[in-house]
């Protein structure tokens, strides 16, 4: 069966410093990856997805980047966070890219 | 306007009862529709596909109104472990950018 590993599950991060939350499938080929953003209270944000490895969509323009160095690995990234970086950010995968999502446990990011 | 709306609540009903969602959605060209249902601080999850027949899936049942542009979304005989947020999921155009509604929440009281 497939699964979806995302890590750190809680993230505590200064303004203006790195971040790289890293998200891996098992037991499937070439899936669909993306990564969403929640704020508190709020509706999911699609911020990438990607459809193959080095193939990268961006939704929203921002100071975060994502790469998909392996098929089954998919990385996002920023050289320096913004406080109105925190969030809830959740990867998940899909096989056909129709709306049925699977998604990983997310990490809570706190940027003070 | 939201390309998809829902009503934020809370709802709060006892255990047993019926209770019913409505999730707008602006793009009349949308292919597929769901809901999930998000726990605090977790991922969401997949609920159920939203087809045009209408489906059913034990205590839950979801409809879809092309002509009106939403979608509903009941549970019958309420239970305290359906406290959650619901979201109602629109893909517009068959491709991969999924929408996602601000989520309904629901609280079972015993």
């Known amino acids: 069966s497939q699964t979806i590993h995302q890590w750190p599950a809680t993230l505590v991060q200064p303004v203006g410093s790195p971040l790289s939350l890293e998200c891996t499938v098992e037991g499937t080929s070439n899936p669909n990856l993306y990564w969403y953003r929640q704020a508190a209270g709020r509706g999911l944000q699609l911020l990438f997805y990607?459809?193959?490895?080095?193939?990268i969509s961006s939704e929203v323009p921002q100071n975060l980047s994502a790469s998909r160095p392996q098929d089954r690995q998919f990385i996002l990234s920023s050289k320096k966070l913004l406080l109105s970086d925190s969030g809830f950010y959740l990867c998940?995968?899909?096989?056909?890219?129709?709306?049925?999502?699977?998604f990983g446990s997310g990490t809570q990011l706190s940027v003070l | 306007r939201k390309e998809v709306e829902q009503d934020p609540g809370p709802f709060n009903v006892p255990e047993g009862a019926t209770v019913a969602f409505n999730c707008t959605y602006s793009?009349?060209?949308?292919?597929?529709f769901f809901w999930y249902r998000q726990d605090c601080r977790k991922e969401p999850k997949l609920l159920m596909s939203v087809y045009s027949s209408g489906n059913e899936d034990g205590r839950f049942t979801a409809q879809l109104n092309r002509a009106s542009q939403y979608i509903s979304l009941l549970i019958r005989d309420s239970k305290l472990s359906d406290s959650a947020t619901y979201l109602c999921?629109?893909?517009?155009?068959?491709?991969?950018?999924?929408?996602f509604g601000a989520g309904t929440r629901l609280f079972v009281k015993a």
């Open positions: 990607s459809v193959g490895i080095g193939q």
């Open positions: 998940a995968w899909s096989e056909l890219g129709d709306g049925k999502l699977f």
């Open positions: 793009n009349s060209a949308s292919q597929s």
């Open positions: 999921v629109v893909n517009p155009t068959g491709g991969f950018k999924t929408i």
